[in-house]
């Protein structure tokens, strides 16, 4: 039994010696020191041994398990540190190369538009309301004198939620909210931007959702005339001097007289292009004097204070400053679009 353990180191050690990787080292391991393996073969014939020859076998038993567990635990290193070199090698980060830079986010076009537009107003005196786009038909309707049933009511096709609540289709109920908070007192001036919703369907000029900025004034003898000069500075800071207003006559059931307000084509300075069909101009925001009815709803006295307001579209303000053709482009988020207007 001695010799047969001894014969088994011998074969043990010596295959040990060429094993070529880490499996084959455990086929090995497994082969001779397993459970199953010829190691505990041999020695489940000690059964049949004299007491005297008992522990001398296996004290060889040991010595050979202690022999062969040694050999495969320095190769065992071996394969280890071979490994861990292979991948030390195999991945190597040159320090030295260029990183790869970080692209930094930009504000969106039309946030800047806001942004360029509130400016423009807070140098006039004004602050920046705001208000819910969940909406009162109250807000958004009743108290800008559009009551229900009102045909003008047509002219924004509505998102309702209930009979009473709906998406606001214009900024203007801010107007009314405004009133009501500044509890009669005056002067009032404010801009107020935000989203808009409309049931429109989406096209180059049209979107189900976007932006305008409202702007009211209210005091003792306001007039169309601080109207005018208002829209007229705004419109020459925000696209140059060189840049005219015209005031053309219009209704909007909230002002009393109403107008629309078209300013110089910047495409071909107001001689006539494709752009403003000709005419030289193009068409920016909606304004008038505050209806005496919605000064009411808002806590004033038609008889001691008047007002004007506006409304505009900011895309359409962009379009107009960007030379931009489709409304589309400000809401795909093709980061090949936004990025142009990372520098502007
Ligand atoms: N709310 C109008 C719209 O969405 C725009 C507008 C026109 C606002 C005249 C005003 C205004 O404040 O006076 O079409």
């Known amino acids: 039994m ?69 050999v495969i635990a ?14 030390l090698q195999a991945e190597t980060i040159d320090v030295t190369l260029p990183g790869k830079a970080v692209g930094a986010g930009a504000i969106h076009p039309l946030n800047k538009i806001v942004e360029e537009i509130e400016d423009i107003f807070i140098g006039m005196g004004y602050t920046v309301a705001e208000g819910p786009e969940v909406e009162t038909d109250f807000f958004n309707f009743e108290a800008l004198n559009l009551p229900k049933n009102h045909p003008a009511r047509d002219m924004q096709d509505s998102f309702y939620i ?10 203007s109920p801010v107007q009314i909210r405004t009133m009501k908070a ?3 007192r005056t002067p009032v001036k404010v801009i107020c931007p935000g989203k808009v919703y409309r049931r429109d369907d989406d ?35 925000m696209y140059g001097p060189q840049m005219q207003i015209r005031l053309r006559p219009s209704f909007f059931p909230f002002t009393e007289p109403s107008a629309e307000v078209d300013v110089t084509c910047a495409q071909c300075g107001g001689s006539g292009c494709r752009m403003c069909k000709h005419t030289g101009w193009i068409e920016i925001l ?27 579209g900011v895309e359409r303000i962009a379009l107009l400053k960007y030379g931009i053709d489709d409304i589309r482009h400000f809401y795909a988020n093709d980061t090949k679009f936004l990025s142009q207007f990372a520098k502007i």
């Open 2 to 70: 001695k010799e047969r353990l001894e014969a088994l180191r011998s074969e043990a050690l010596d295959k040990l010696q060429t094993v070529a990787d880490a499996v084959a080292l455990n086929d090995l391991r497994v082969h001779y020191l397993g459970k199953k393996g010829q190691l505990t073969e041999i020695l489940r014939g000690m059964g049949s041994l004299s007491a005297e020859e008992r522990p001398i076998i296996g004290q060889v038993g040991n010595e050979v398990r202690a022999a062969i567990e040694a």
């Open 74 to 87: 320095e190769k065992q290193t071996g394969f280890e540190q071979a490994e861990t070199a292979r991948r």
């Open 162 to 171: 209930t009979d009473e609540i709906l998406l606001r289709t214009q900024t």
């Open 182 to 184: 500044a509890n009669g």
């Open 203 to 237: 096209d180059a000029t049209h979107s189900f959702m976007f932006h305008q900025i409202e702007g009211l004034v209210i005091g003792p003898n306001i007039r169309m005339s601080d109207l005018k000069g208002t829209l007229l500075q705004f419109v020459q800071e």
């Open 286 to 312: 909606g304004c008038g004097m505050v209806h005496p009815k919605v000064l009411e709803y808002g806590g004033y006295d038609p008889n001691e204070v008047t007002g004007f307001a506006f409304g505009m």
